[in-house]
């Protein structure tokens, strides 16, 4: 009957469309959309909007009213709710859509709760990360915020780190990230910053400064293009041995090496050769080969997809025998943007929020210690990096998430999911519906029942 009574009250909701606060973490200040486009909705589209009202969110509630939106906490007339961020499990309601980043199509252990949770609520899920054009590529995403955020905290945390070992720096004058209005309040504190090498040169113990980026997509690329703020050379990593060894490098110039895939990882069995497509269909068969280049690395940017069945980066055993006869490594920084807890960088065991940002691995003992001071590299993992951007993230994501908006709104979800008409990016997308994992993601179910015994 409970079924029955659901499925005509959310046929009567078709074209309400709800925005949830985002309570998981309250240093999240990012929404799914600006006012003015959910003013647009209402106006182009005629959708009726719900606001729930948040405290934190960087768009104050009057803005949304203003655009003609409702401010309410009821959002049970909703034909579909969006969010940014895993919703707590106590906040689910029983058989509504949502639409967020729910961190579980790798089987993350501390999100399998409220996987299961979506199941038993009868709910539907549609998870952003998983909208995808025909190539394969992400088409909803913050990306490239991650990546400007992580490069400048990287860089604020390298000045925070240079003054605890006594050494006075140039980047002292960065901020991190949430500090700051806008983008371009940044690059202006950068312009500043790059005249300031030029002129005067960077600490002689920091020379030189090469940062290595691990990755080339939208994450890389946005860190990549704070970085090429400041004066520099870019390196390819097969060079860097020879450059580090012939000492022809100016205190006037930082320096970049992107890192791809051929670059990171090689075959465990000596006559193979490194094929891209071989990589990601078995890549049991791969190792990192990314760690030699570790002893030339002044700051490395982490910002490559990661799952467990694929080769780490840079692991603790490493790192523990490496430090353990040279003490004065050269690394000082990691900024793992990407940041999987023991992952890629398993130095990264905790994620961080903007409140409190890095922490200092020491590779011998490998315990850790919050802020910049002590024996080893700081980490900085912040999981939510673009809501230190909360404005320009929120444009930039709302303007790709805009045109399906009014689709999904009018969707009928309560038709079983092959006659289900919504946006072909997004109907992939759908992990559950109506309570029931869908075929792709079936795979999920084992991992939940792997969780629960654990």
């Known amino acids: 009957m409970w079924a029955f009574g659901w499925k005509v009250e959310r046929d009567f909701m078709r074209g309400v469309v709800g925005i949830r606060r985002e309570n998981a973490d309250l240093t999240e200040r990012r929404a799914p959309l600006t006012p003015d486009q959910v003013k647009h909705l209402i106006q182009s589209e005629n959708l009726k909007i719900l606001v729930e009202p948040s405290e934190n969110r960087i768009f ?4 949304y009213q203003e655009a003609g939106a409702t401010i309410t906490s009821d959002l049970s007339e909703c034909n579909i709710i969006f969010g940014v961020k895993e919703i707590p499990t106590s906040d689910l309601a029983p058989g509504a859509v949502y639409c967020y980043f729910s961190h579980t199509i790798k089987g993350q252990s501390h999100n399998m709760p409220m996987l299961k949770r979506v199941l038993d609520l009868r709910n539907t899920l549609i998870d952003y990360e998983c909208v995808q054009d025909e190539e394969g590529k992400r088409l909803i995403f913050f990306g490239k915020f991650a ?11 390298l000045g925070l780190r240079l003054v605890s070992q006594g050494i006075s720096n140039p980047f002292t004058t960065i901020k991190q990230a949430v500090r700051y209005d806008n983008l371009r309040e940044i690059r202006e504190a950068f312009a500043v910053l790059a005249d300031t090498i030029r002129t005067e040169g ?33 390196l390819k990593p097969s060079e860097l041995p020879n450059f580090i060894e012939n000492g022809e490098y100016s205190r006037h110039r930082l320096y970049k090496v992107v890192f791809k895939e051929a670059d990171m990882f090689q075959p465990i069995e000596a006559n193979d050769s490194f094929n891209l497509q071989d990589y990601y269909n078995y890549p049991e068969k791969y190792r990192s080969s990314f760690q030699q280049y570790i002893p030339y690395l002044s700051m490395i940017i982490n910002g490559i997809f990661w799952a467990p069945q694929y080769p780490r980066l840079v692991t603790r055993d490493f790192l ?16 793992d943007i990407t940041c999987d807890i023991e992952g890629s960088i398993e130095c990264t065991v905790k994620a961080t929020n903007s409140e409190n940002p890095i922490y200092v691995y020491n590779p011998n003992s490998g315990d850790i210690k919050d802020g910049n001071d002590g024996e080893g590299i700081v980490v900085l993992a912040v999981d939510k990096l673009p809501s230190e951007l909360p404005k320009e993230a929120t ?60």
């Open 60 to 63: 104050p509630d009057t803005a």
């Open 147 to 157: 990546g400007y955020a992580g490069m400048i905290d990287s860089f604020w945390a």
């Open 202 to 234: 960077l600490p002689q113990d920091l020379v030189p400064l090469v940062c290595g980026f691990t990755g080339y997509g939208h994450v890389s690329q946005g860190a990549q293009e704070i970085f090429d703020l400041l004066p520099h050379d870019e």
């Open 320 to 335: 523990k025998n490496y430090y353990s006869t040279n003490k004065e490594m050269k690394l000082r920084i990691i900024g």
């Open 395 to 454: 444009l930039s994501f709302g303007n790709s998430l805009l045109p399906y908006i009014p689709e999904l709104a009018r969707a009928n979800f309560i038709k079983n999911f092959e006659d289900l008409n919504v946006p072909a990016p997004f109907k992939q997308a759908i992990l559950a519906h109506q309570g029931k994992l869908t075929p792709d993601y079936r795979y999920l179910i084992e991992l939940m029942k792997a969780e629960s015994k654990g």
